[in-house]
Every structure is written in C-alpha cells, then in structure tokens.
C-alpha cells in the first residue's frame, strides 16, 4: 500500500483501487470513487481494514499493524500532538495574577430595602399605598403613548381592562 501515497500537491496523480485492482483513479477523486466500489465490492469489504491516520488507506485486515507502524500520515499526526503538547504544558505553568475588582453591590441590602413595594405595570410609582385604601389597580390610566395600546391577547385579564370591555 506504500505505493499508494498521494503527494498532495499532485491530485491528478493516479492510484489503484484496493477493491478492483483494475480500477486507476485520479487522487482528487479518489475517496468518492472508495465510497462508490466499497458498496459494488461487499465480498471485499470484510477483507479490508481503514487505517485510523487516513480514511484513503484500505488495507487488507493481517497487514493493518505493519501499515499502522509505518503510515506516512501517522507521522504528522505525532508531529501535531508534539508540537501542540508542548505549547499546553507552556500555557499551563503561567499563572495568572489578574484579580477581579472589589464588587460595590449587595443584593440582599437592596432586597430587604425593597420588600414593602409591589411593582405595578403601567404606574410610575411603586409600592405607595393609596389613601382611601382601596387597590392601587383601581381607577389607572394607560400610561403608553398615544397611537400604542396594551396587547389584548395576554394570559391574565387586567384590573382596567374588565371595565373597558363593558
């Protein structure tokens, strides 16, 4: 199979099919044309084993540990992780020395600063009883701008929108 390697600078190098041995396929289509034989040769195929570095290689299954030991494609696989291994254990022994600033907020004084208002859409005020002592919902007006009203279509009916259907 070492006959078979394809420069790959040369794609119209040609190379033989591993499952039709008559078959001399252009390296750019090469791949494409596996896919197609391996379907037409399903006697072949229990014969042949793919190389874990490069789908391309279909190797005959008692040869697969000799083309493992010796492809060409592993090589630049164990350059890859040797150079990208290298650069982690770099990476990894800097240490950082950012901090994050000092944080100014606290939720739970503001929480407990809040917990008499109730939020009522549409007013401007929140949490300011109203002085006859009926519900603050009672007698609001439509708070959106001209040529804007509250969607209709919402999950709950409104306080002011009961009386406006009637």
Not at 59 to 70: A, L, Y
Not at 121 to 134: I, K, L, N, P, Q
């Given at each position: 199979?070492?006959?078979?390697?394809?420069?790959?600078?040369?794609?119209?190098?040609?190379?033989?099919?591993?499952?039709?041995?008559?078959?001399?396929?252009?390296?750019?289509?090469?791949?494409?044309?596996?896919?197609?034989?391996?379907?037409?040769?399903?006697?072949?195929?229990?014969?042949?084993?793919?190389?874990?570095?490069?789908?391309?290689?279909?190797?005959?299954?008692?040869?697969?540990?000799?083309?493992?030991?010796?492809?060409?494609?592993?090589?630049?696989?164990?350059?890859?992780?040797?150079?990208?291994?290298?650069?982690?254990?770099?990476?990894?022994?800097?240490?950082s020395s950012w901090q994050s600033p000092p944080c100014e907020e606290?939720?739970?004084?503001?929480?407990?600063?809040?917990?008499?208002?109730?939020?009522?859409?549409?007013?401007?005020?929140?949490?300011?009883?109203?002085?006859?002592?009926?519900?603050?919902?009672?007698?609001?007006?439509?708070?959106?701008?001209s040529g804007l009203r509250a969607p209709r279509s919402l999950p709950?009916?409104?306080?002011?929108?009961?009386?406006?259907?009637?």
């Open positions: 199979m070492e006959d078979n390697y394809v420069d790959p600078s040369d794609p119209d190098k040609l190379m033989q099919c591993p499952y039709d041995k008559n078959h001399k396929i252009r390296a750019c289509r090469f791949p494409y044309h596996l896919v197609k034989c391996r379907k037409n040769h399903p006697d072949k195929v229990q014969q042949l084993v793919t190389c874990p570095f490069n789908a391309r290689h279909q190797v005959p299954r008692e040869e697969i540990s000799q083309h493992i030991s010796s492809c060409d494609d592993k090589r630049c696989i164990e350059q890859d992780i040797a150079i990208h291994g290298d650069s982690r254990r770099r990476e990894v022994s800097v240490v606290d939720w739970d004084r503001d929480v407990a600063g809040q917990s008499n208002s109730v939020f009522i859409w549409g007013t401007s005020h929140h949490g300011e009883a109203s002085s006859s002592g009926s519900s603050p919902a009672v007698g609001l007006k439509n708070q959106l701008a709950h009916v409104l306080p002011w929108k009961n009386n406006a259907a009637n």
